[in-house]
Nanobody, 126 residues
Framework: QEQLVESGGGLVQPGGSLRLSCAAS????????IGWFRQAPGKEREGISC????????YYADSVKGRFTITRDNAKNTAYLQMNSLRPEDTAVYYC???????????????????WGQGTQVTVSS
């Protein structure tokens, strides 16, 4: 079965860290751009970080720049999102997605059509 599965979410205090994982099964992640997106209650899903399948160039939304880091390990068929200095406003369901088309660093949900994970909840609260 071809799917993406996120893990690593949870409850963390402000200033804390989490690392999210996005594991692919049934297909090879090497050929895909990978994006991390999040959706908070009452808000639209937003793109926060993406990494290309060619030169591994990255994009970060201003809201997470300098705090979050996206990486990929093609040998493990997995992508990661390291989240540091977490804030209450980072609370959301986090999704990863994969797309083969050339995206030219476009990191919006509508551009990712091939695979989506089921999401993992991140809650930042004291």
């Amino acid at each position: 079965q071809e799917q993406l599965v996120e893990s690593g979410g949870g409850l963390v205090q402000p200033g804390g860290s989490l690392r999210l994982s996005c594991a692919a099964s049934g297909f090879t992640l090497d050929y895909y751009n990978i994006g991390w997106f999040r959706q908070a209650p009452g808000k639209e899903r937003e793109g926060i970080s993406c990494i290309s399948n060619t030169d591994h160039s990255t994009y970060y939304a201003d809201s997470v720049k300098g705090r979050f880091t996206i990486t990929r390990d093609n040998a493990k068929n997995t992508a990661y999102l390291q989240m540091n200095s977490l804030r209450p406003e980072d609370t959301a369901v986090y999704y990863c997605a994969a797309e083969t088309r050339e995206l030219a660093r476009v990191c919006v949900p509508a551009a990712y059509k091939d695979y989506w994970g089921q999401g993992t909840q991140v809650t930042v609260s004291s």
